[in-house]
């Protein structure tokens, strides 16, 4: 069983930047991501990263975020700069073992607001 304990969120003012932190127990896991969900609005992707190091992003996020991760932490990380008031959400970190299959595992979430 895999469990994902993330770290990061908070409140930050336009403009500004936040790392979120996303730290797998178990074996590495081969996708790893950050998905988000704001009030009455269905969750999604923000981005990916294969343990091989591609990746792929949201539109609405290109430039300004940009995922990493450290294999040998088994730690996934969100750096986000030029936060909007739209970013706020709830950014949750998930992974799965296999690519183009539904994401396996899911963290408990972390609170991102922006405040315009």
């Known amino acids: 069983q895999v469990q994902l304990v993330e770290s990061g969120g908070g409140l930050v003012q336009a403009g500004g930047s936040l790392r979120l932190s996303c730290a797998a127990s178990?074996?590495?896991?081969?996708?790893m991501g950050w998905h988000r969900q704001a009030p009455g609005k269905q969750r999604e992707l923000v981005a990916s990263?294969?343990?091989?190091?591609?990746?792929n992003y949201l539109v609405s996020v290109k430039g300004r975020f940009t995922i990493s991760r450290d294999n040998a932490q088994n730690t996934v990380y969100l750096q986000m700069n030029n936060l909007k008031p739209e970013d706020t959400a709830v950014y949750y970190c998930?992974?799965?073992?296999?690519?183009?299959?539904?994401?396996?595992?899911w963290g408990q979430g972390t609170q991102v607001t922006v405040s315009s």
């Open positions: 998930a992974a799965k073992r296999v690519i183009g299959t539904a994401w396996n595992y």
């Open positions: 178990g074996s590495i896991i081969n996708v």
């Open positions: 990263i294969t343990s091989g190091g591609s990746t």
